[in-house]
């Protein structure tokens, strides 16, 4: 299968951002066949896409709490039909945020326990690599992402947490670079330095730091791109 | 008969409340010592009938913990008038 076969879908709501980055990464670095799907596109399902995109922003304006109006959109429903048959979905950052309120994924992220927008490049731990996330990556990789979020503090109740370590589905801790997951390398106070997590089934990842600008040489960091790399994998094996 | 929910969102006592205590040093600076705590919620008046859920009552309860706060860090409180 070549690239270029490979159906991925990117959401679009009013205030999201980091839209046409993962558009660039997915069709101009990797080949692939993406395109946007506005949040009032009058479609049925989301069958046709091999993966889906949830990218970061401000949607909405982040009004009531981050994510919480674009995850009962319509569009978001289809997102959950898709999500619960097994498709391969990931949100990044706001993304991420939508999935939590959405229900695809458990916990909640509350504000940086800086008080501040946190905007810098950090280190990723990856824990898991039996991920349509990260199966080009070698376990125990540090990987380079910039993050940019003011709530990216993740906090989950003992039986979340619970349920997530017995599913494997701490994807990725924030570590320092050479990677020990330390109270110094986390930066935004996220319970256990969490930065990324699946849901049960592992088909659907919300990730904190962005990939898309971490794709290219010319960004600083290519390790965002194993992300991608991973999912296009996976959907060439499946 | 259209009724008004006034509906209170507050972050749980034990969860950080960044904005109030950015309100709070903003009062300490501008003099106001005797300030001990602040903390910032979310006020919403919401204009309803009885609807699917039955009585305007359940249906503000339904709409204050699907939608308007979310039960891990809020809580909240309604008021019809």
New interface residues.
């Given amino acids: 299968m070549n690239n270029k076969n490979i159906k991925a879908g990117i959401t679009v709501f009013p205030g999201s951002n980091c839209d046409a980055d993962v558009y660039r990464v997915l069709n101009a670095v990797f080949g692939v066949n993406a395109s946007f799907i506005w949040h009032k596109d009058k479609i049925k399902d989301l069958k046709k896409y091999d993966f889906i995109v949830i990218p970061g922003g401000f949607s909405y304006g982040d009004y009531?709490?981050s994510g919480?109006l674009a995850a009962?959109s319509p569009i978001m429903e289809l997102v959950k039909d898709y999500a619960v048959k097994g498709g391969i979905t990931l949100g990044i950052c706001n993304g991420f945020q939508i999935l939590l309120?959405a229900g695809l994924l458990g916990?909640?992220m509350?504000?940086?326990?800086s008080?501040k927008f946190e905007c810098k490049d950090v280190y990723l731990k990856t824990l898991n690599t039996d991920t349509p996330f990260t199966c080009a990556v070698k376990k125990n990789s540090v990987l380079k992402m910039p993050i940019a979020h003011h709530d990216g503090?993740y906090?989950?109740?003992g039986s979340i947490i619970g349920g997530l370590n017995k599913k494997n589905g701490i994807i990725f801790k924030y570590c320092d670079e050479k990677g020990q997951i330390t109270a110094g390398s986390n930066p935004n106070g996220s319970l256990h330095n969490i930065a990324g997590i699946s849901n049960e089934t592992g088909n659907v990842m919300g990730l904190m730091p962005h990939p898309e600008r971490s794709s290219e040489k010319i960004l600083g960091s290519e390790d965002g791109g194993w992300i991608f790399k991973s999912m296009i994998k996976y959907v060439k094996e499946k | 008969m259209t009724k008004k929910a006034f509906i209170k969102v507050m972050l749980k006592e034990e969860?950080?409340d960044?904005q109030g205590?950015?309100v709070l040093s903003v009062l300490k600076s501008s003099g106001y010592n005797n300030v001990k705590d602040v903390r910032v919620g979310?006020y919403i008046e919401i204009d309803m009938e009885d609807g699917k859920s039955g009585s305007l009552e359940n249906e503000a309860e339904e709409i204050s913990e699907k939608?308007?706060s979310?039960p891990?860090?809020e809580e909240f409180s309604i008021e019809i008038k």
Wanted: positive net charge.
């Fill in positions: 009531l709490r919480a009962r309120e916990g909640v509350l504000a940086n326990d008080l503090n906090f989950a109740t | 969860v950080l960044p205590k950015a979310k939608v308007l979310n891990l860090i």
